[in-house]
């Protein structure tokens, strides 16, 4: 099959498609025909390794010390054919259109086939695109993970959200699940974005290069800082802190591991809580964001698609910060109408 695989830490460049055996399933697995897949911001992470220790260490334990292992290949996310089982599989048959997470990080969607162990795929709604679904999983079930950490819930409380980083792949999908869940939502991103997070549905938007959300005198029941790293500078995590009424809630999504830390300190010292969220990718999870793309609630965001063959050119585009929203991979002709980027 045709992969894109990631031989080594470092620039887009490093991404090279070539052809490899196509995986067999076992006795409770799915292949999945990939039609898409998404260039998510954390490929791009992974591929250049220029994270925080011991967050690069991590990585390097799971993905490769040195270099990344032998044939392996980026991509959280797919949407695509159920093409075999495994002769336990009872959930999936053959010509099923799913949607669903990767498994392992070396083990991605960048590729014409995926082996599921079933865990993180559910079946595709009928008036969803494969476009829309594989760009919405890790995005969406971030999101709705957040949230959950935060106590924003359908049907509960309205409650005074700040989406810190709300354009990219979590936020704009972060956006219009606390939408649906009744939330009043301020977002703040760079100038370009703010137009269309306001579409999606947020109240408010704070342009972060003009304007400081700690400093305006705003205060909110909960803050999901996306951005994480000096997000407003030195001592950022105490700073975005200011904007957490007392008793509210600040979720670290994506935090430098000094945060980590000081926020087992920070809490108790401000009288707010202060939580960090690591991905966990559960089936319950993706059956609620399935329902929420079904009725329409969620509509995830597309910038541009580019194929396969230009996986490097994408790479480039999703680090040059221009984006809003998700750059689509089309691996395989199926449900997608174009090739190059477009
Ligand atoms: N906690 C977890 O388990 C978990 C799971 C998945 C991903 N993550 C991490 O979460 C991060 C965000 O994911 P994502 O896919 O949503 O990223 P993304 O698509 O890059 O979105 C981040 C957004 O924040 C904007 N931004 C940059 N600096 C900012 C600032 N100072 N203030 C406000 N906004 C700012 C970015 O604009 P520009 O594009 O212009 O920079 C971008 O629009 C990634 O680093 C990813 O690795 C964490």
Known sequence: MKAVIWTSYGPPEVLKVRDIARPEPKEHDVVVKVAVSNVFPGDCELRRLDMDFPWSLLVRTFCGLRAPKPDAILGQEYAGEVVAVGSAVKRFKIGDRVFGATERLTRGSYAEYVVTSGKTVVTLPENVSFDEAAVATVG???????????????????????????????????????????????????????????DLGADRAVDFTA????????????????????????????????????????????????????????????????????????????????????????????????????????????????????????????????????
Do not use: C, W
């Open 140 to 198: 969406g079930l971030n999101a709705l993970d957040f949230l959950a950490i935060a106590g924003i819930a359908e049907g509960g409380p309205v409650k005074r959200l700040l989406i810190v980083g709300a354009g990219g792949s979590i936020g704009t999908m972060a956006v219009q699940i606390a939408k649906a869940f009744g939330a009043h939502v301020t977002v703040v991103d760079t100038t370009h974005k703010l137009k269309r997070l306001l």
């Open 211 to 342: 304007e400081d959300f700690t400093r305006d005198g705003e205060l909110y029941d909960v803050v999901i800082d996306i951005v994480g790293r000096n997000v407003t500078g030195r001592n950022s995590l105490l700073r975005t802190l200011k904007a957490v009424k007392r008793g509210g809630t600040l979720v670290l999504g994506n935090p430098p591991f000094s945060h980590v830390l000081l926020r087992l300190v920070a809490g108790p010292f401000t009288g707010k809580k202060v939580r960090f969220a690591l991905a966990r990718y559960r089936i319950g999870e993706l059956r609620r964001l399935k329902g929420l793309l079904r009725s329409g609630q969620v509509r995830p965001v597309i910038d541009r698609r580019f194929a396969l063959d230009d996986v490097v050119a994408a790479h480039r585009y999703v680090e040059t910060g221009q984006r809003v929203g998700n750059v689509v991979l089309v691996i395989s002709g199926s449900g997608a109408h174009a090739a190059s980027a477009v």
